[in-house]
């Protein structure tokens, strides 16, 4: 089975910090996402990756970057947190030709105080 | 702007019972409609998917409806188990390869 695993479960930071989440997927995909979830608004999109070194806008993606210098690698970068970017954080990789199958990561709980 | 709605937030079921949970969407360019189940400190995971060719698929338990004209689709579990108990969501793409795009959420409670 795919595995994606995200560094970190829980993460306290305070307002102003550069925040990098790491995601790292172990079966070779060249699909990679970056969703946040929030009660109310569910998950929403960030930034998504077709390959390496590529990358594309999702539907929030102000106040994040991201970066893919590896396959395997998929990372979220908050340039200068804000309480508004306390979320649920959900990485999601998927094989080319899978179609519509995502392999989620547990995701990474930010608390931005 | 939602395309994807979960009108429901939370639902309560009897064990035994059906469940039903609704989904609308806006863009009528999706092509392919997919629900995803979340445990509490987990990621999502696929459950069953629906292609607009089709109108229904079912996969043991678990069914799902579509119908285009209205925007709408439905999934039905029966019969509900306490395991089901879980966040789900709808989700639909442009195509078969496309990002998925995610609806707001159902928390299922099956009651024993």
């Known amino acids: 089975d795919v595995k994606v695993t995200q560094s970190s479960r829980y993460l306290v930071k305070r307002t102003g910090e550069k925040v990098f989440l790491e995601c790292v997927q172990d079966?070779?995909?060249?699909?990679m996402f970056w969703y946040r979830q929030d009660p109310g608004l569910g998950l929403r999109l960030i930034y998504f990756?077709?390959?390496?070194?590529?990358?594309e806008k999702g539907d929030i993606p102000e106040g994040y970057s991201v970066s893919r210098e590896k396959k395997e690698r998929f990372s979220l970068i908050l340039e200068s947190a804000s309480t508004n970017q306390t979320s649920m954080y959900l990485c999601?990789?998927?094989?080319?030709?899978?179609?519509?199958?995502?392999?989620f990561g547990s995701g990474t709980r930010l608390t931005v105080v | 702007d939602q395309q994807v709605k979960q009108n429901s937030p939370s639902l309560s079921v009897q064990e035994g019972r059906i469940s039903i949970l609704n989904c609308d969407y806006t863009?009528?360019?999706?092509?392919?409609f997919l629900w995803y189940k979340k445990y509490p400190a987990e990621g999502p995971t696929f459950l069953i998917s629906?292609?607009?060719?089709?109108d229904k698929n079912e996969d043991g338990r678990f069914t799902v409806f579509l119908n285009k004209s209205a925007k709408h689709l439905s999934l039905h579990i029966v019969p509900s188990q306490p395991g089901d108990s879980a966040v789900y969501f709808c989700?639909?793409?442009?195509?078969?390869?496309?990002?998925?795009?995610f609806g707001t959420g159902t928390r299922l409670t099956i009651i024993p």
């Open positions: 999601a990789s998927r094989g080319q030709g899978r179609g519509y199958g995502y392999t």
């Open positions: 079966m070779d995909h060249e699909n």
């Open positions: 990756s077709y390959d390496v070194k590529m990358k």
């Open positions: 863009n009528s360019m999706f092509d392919y």
């Open positions: 629906i292609s607009s060719i089709k």
């Open positions: 989700a639909a793409s442009l195509g078969l390869n496309e990002k998925l795009t």
